[in-house]
């Protein structure tokens, strides 16, 4: 008897071990021509084996980080698409702007669209929705749902904290045209707008939008509000030129958050992104607004963050290390 319990002991401990390494085999190859699909998949430990335009990718969207094998599949608006059936994928993510493209992306794989802008208006909604469709792709909606309540428990310590430093201000988010005189400006219909709200904040920009939340305006649109900060991304190169343009414009000097030096340049995020760029822009948002010409305090540091809530590890890198490296993006 207890030879044959040991036998069928053994027996279940090997048909275990070859199901779960064949479980692990198993793990779907998703190749991604969406950024944000992207980079929620890899949120969820599963890293897509190929994106568009790779190295931008990995200055825009840092976090989680892409492996080195990670294929490139070119222009988004042109995926390479004989590349993209060499690799020989399970599946495939694909933009909504990419729709008319489906049945070609058929042809290699099943193929799933990332609808993080539709009809509703409410992005902020979409990239938690892209998250757990990316989680039952690859079979991982618990950690899916787990990385959801990490993130709400990020925002909920960090406007906690932002209110304890008596931050009100304000704040226009911006990306500073290279002509020197215009400036893409987040608002209604962006989740930027919704992030900031999380954070206890309100949003300067109030007037119309694009699609896609955003609204190109003349510099002295952002006097409009006097007593808000101007936090503009720092796009490389393409910021140096529209900060060389602006340096002799009494237009942006004349600016009131230029003249009291609440006019900040923070490290770059993908505003378009899933739920990682969200937490991106969260930790830079709440970085800068607790500057000392914010708030009159000290810099919100991630430390406090950490002490405030017990989640969210993944999701909650150095805020300060963000802003020394001033990714380009």
Same mark, same amino acid.
């Given at each position: ?26 793990? !779907?190859?998703? /190749?991604?021509?969406?950024?944000? /699909? ?23 969207? !840092? ?8 294929? &490139? ?50 992005? $902020? ?30 925002? &909920?310590?960090? *406007? ?71 936090? $503009?991304?720092?796009?490389? /190169? ?28 923070? !490290?770059?995020? $993908? ?7 969200? /937490? *991106? ?32 590890? *993944? ?15």
């Amino acid at each position: 008897m207890t030879n044959r319990r040991g036998f069928c002991l053994g027996l279940g401990t090997g048909l275990a071990l070859a199901l779960s390494g064949r479980a692990r085999a198993a793990a !779907p190859r998703i /190749a991604c021509t969406d950024w944000a /699909a992207a980079e929620s998949l890899a949120l969820l430990d599963t890293m897509p084996i190929a994106v568009p335009e790779l190295d931008v990718y990995r200055l825009w969207l !840092p976090d989680p980080a892409l492996p080195a094998g990670t294929a &490139d599949l070119g222009a988004r608006t042109e995926p390479n698409l004989e590349v993209l059936s060499t690799l020989k994928p399970d599946r495939i993510f694909i933009s909504s702007w990419q729709a008319g493209m489906l049945p070609l992306f058929r042809r290699i794989a099943h193929t799933d669209i990332a609808k993080l802008f539709d009809a509703r208006g409410d992005p $902020y909604t979409g990239m938690r929705e892209l998250l757990l469709q990316a989680g039952r792709a690859c079979g991982r909606e618990p950690l899916a749902r787990s990385r959801l309540s990490d993130f709400d428990a990020q925002l &909920d310590a960090r *406007r906690g904290l932002l209110a304890a430093a008596g931050v009100h201000r304000p704040v226009y988010v911006a990306v500073l045209h290279e002509n020197g005189a215009q400036a893409y400006v987040y608002g209604r219909g962006s989740w930027v707008d919704t992030v900031i709200g999380k954070l206890g904040l309100r949003n300067a920009w109030t007037a119309a939008t694009t699609f896609y939340g955003n609204s190109l305006v003349g510099i002295p649109a952002l006097a409009a509000d006097a007593e808000a900060a101007i936090l $503009y991304l720092d796009q490389g /190169a393409r910021t140096q030129r529209a900060l060389a343009s602006l340096r002799d414009s009494t237009l942006w000097r004349g600016l009131p958050a230029v003249a009291a030096g609440r006019a900040i340049m923070i !490290p770059s995020f $993908y505003a378009l992104g899933g739920l990682p760029s969200a /937490a *991106r822009c969260a930790r830079l948002l709440a970085a800068a607004m607790t500057d000392g010409n914010m708030a009159g305090g000290e810099t919100l540091t991630d430390a406090e963050v950490r002490r405030a809530t017990s989640g969210g590890a *993944r999701l909650d890198r150095t805020a300060a290390a963000d802003i020394r490296t001033g990714v380009d993006g």
